[in-house]
């Protein structure tokens, strides 16, 4: 992944911006017929260690800030090239998830707000956990997007794991409730909100399972 975490001072002469190169499997391809899964494994859990490590030791809010808006610049497509076919319950496919759901935030914050609003009257424990603010209005929940990306990287990761995992568990039910609104006038939206709330479940079960596994010193 290109791009570094230096926040050193600038010099003076103009600096040229380039587009960053997206990580692409065959930049680890040592054989000429296709890319080497193992190769790209061990890329996946080493660019995450190095990744949470950078943000964890660096006090500069500069660091984080980039860190969270990681995705934003190198492309949620670039991250996914990563790690999104890496186990859930591994650090990269951990981390994953928390850019994807931040990401899902900033590309939907509307229909999230209207989701959390609605699912948090039956999930008040997960609301509180999750931290959004009063009323989770969209704007709500971007800041809170961004602080629980923040967390992971100048807090505690485990904390940002639990804390995406109640915000899925919120929204899944505000999504399962849209989806019992509108079953009869709208089948296949109705099916659709289904499907994702279940997709949103099984994220916070796998954060969830992430988090303890953080705990114990076994995610890698």
């Not at 090239?81 to 935030?105: D, Q, V």
Request: glycine letters at 6%; aromatic letters at 6%; charged letters at 25%.
């Amino acid at each position: 992944m290109n791009g570094h975490l230096s926040t050193g001072s600038a010099s003076s002469a103009p600096r040229r911006h380039h587009k960053p190169k997206p990580f692409a499997p065959l930049d680890f391809d040592p054989f000429q017929g296709g890319a080497d899964p193992a190769r790209i494994a061990e890329a996946a859990h080493l660019s995450a260690q190095a990744l949470v490590r950078s943000g964890r030791e660096s006090d500069d809010p500069r660091v984080t800030a980039r860190l969270v808006k990681l995705a934003d610049e190198e492309g949620l497509e670039a991250l996914a090239e990563l790690w999104a076919k890496s186990p859930a319950h591994s650090l990269p496919g951990a981390l994953w998830r928390l850019y994807a759901i931040r990401a899902a935030t900033v590309a939907n914050a509307e229909a999230m707000a209207v989701w959390f609003a609605a699912g948090q009257v039956r999930a008040q424990v997960e609301r509180v956990v999750a931290g959004a603010a009063e009323p989770p209005g969209a704007a709500e929940l971007l800041d809170m997007a961004d602080s629980i990306l923040s967390g992971a990287f100048d807090g505690e990761f485990d904390v940002a794991l639990n804390r995406t995992a109640a915000y899925c568990r919120v929204v899944a039910l505000g999504q399962a409730e849209h989806a019992d609104a509108a079953a009869l006038a709208h089948e296949n939206r109705a099916a659709k909100m289904t499907r994702n709330a279940a997709n949103l479940i099984k994220t916070a079960e796998d954060l969830e399972f992430a988090a303890g596994a953080w705990r114990r010193s076994e995610l890698d």
